[in-house]
């Protein structure tokens, strides 16, 4: 009789813990909603705009998945809400990053705009040495004047994708520069060779 007592309680027990094992599923709810957090930040621009949220959300992402693998899925439920809200602050946050790469970009087009307008009146004084390279200011004037006329259109959709082309301008601008300060260097043209 002893043996059945400790046996049926050996029973229960086991039903116990097979009930309290069978409770602690994985939270695949918070899973998906963190990794639909993930997707929208990266789709707001997350990635260009707010990389350092972005980092910090990937990582609390990582702990839940390897949380996850141990099978701890109430600290994996846990990192995931955690992750999600990292994912939900990196989204918010790029507005502001937008924002801040506008403005450095506007002030970089600003600096354009008088360097270029500086260049413009260097090369009225260089113009009779310009001789063999006058094409190539005249081409590069016009490319210079749409190229920064796209770059301004283009501040308010796309901060970042307008900084890369102001970089492109501005060496532009520091090739005729360095043309010019050298043609002004250059002797003066004796009056046979004025043309």
């Given at each position: 009789?002893?043996?059945?007592?400790?046996f049926?309680?050996?029973?229960?027990?086991?039903?116990?813990?097979?009930?309290?094992?069978?409770?602690?599923?994985?939270?695949?709810?918070?899973?998906?909603?963190?990794?639909?957090?993930?997707?929208?930040?990266?789709?707001a621009?997350?990635?260009?705009?707010?990389?350092?949220d972005?980092?910090?959300?990937?990582?609390?992402?990582?702990?839940?998945?390897?949380?996850?693998?141990?099978?701890?899925?109430?600290?994996?439920?846990q990192?995931?809400?955690?992750?999600?809200a990292?994912?939900?602050?990196?989204t918010?946050?790029?507005a502001?990053?937008?924002?801040a790469?506008?403005?450095?970009?506007?002030?970089?087009?600003?600096?354009?705009?008088?360097?270029w307008?500086?260049?413009?009146?260097?090369?009225?004084?260089?113009?009779?040495?310009?001789?063999?390279?006058?094409?190539?200011?005249?081409?590069?004037?016009?490319?210079?004047?749409?190229?920064?006329k796209?770059?301004?259109?283009?501040?308010?959709?796309d901060?970042?994708?307008?900084?890369a082309?102001i970089?492109?301008?501005?060496s532009?601008v520091?090739?005729?520069?360095?043309?010019?300060?050298?043609?002004?260097?250059?002797?003066?043209?004796k009056?046979?060779?004025?043309k």
């Amino acid at each position: 009789m002893n043996h059945f007592k400790y046996f049926s309680s050996l029973v229960v027990v086991l039903v116990l813990a097979l009930a309290f094992a069978g409770c602690a599923k994985p939270p695949e709810a918070e899973k998906s909603a963190a990794d639909a957090a993930m997707n929208a930040a990266v789709a707001a621009g997350a990635e260009t705009y707010a990389a350092a949220d972005l980092d910090a959300a990937r990582k609390i992402l990582d702990g839940a998945e390897a949380q996850m693998k141990e099978k701890n899925y109430k600290e994996a439920k846990q990192a995931y809400l955690d992750a999600k809200a990292a994912f939900e602050r990196a989204t918010a946050a790029v507005a502001a990053g937008k924002q801040a790469a506008a403005d450095e970009a506007n002030a970089a087009v600003t600096a354009l705009d008088e360097a270029w307008a500086n260049l413009e009146t260097t090369a009225k004084t260089v113009e009779r040495k310009l001789k063999d390279q006058k094409d190539l200011w005249t081409a590069d004037i016009a490319t210079f004047t749409e190229s920064l006329k796209t770059v301004k259109e283009g501040i308010a959709t796309d901060p970042a994708g307008a900084k890369a082309k102001i970089a492109e301008l501005q060496s532009i601008v520091d090739k005729w520069d360095a043309a010019f300060k050298e043609l002004a260097a250059a002797a003066p043209l004796k009056p046979a060779q004025k043309k």
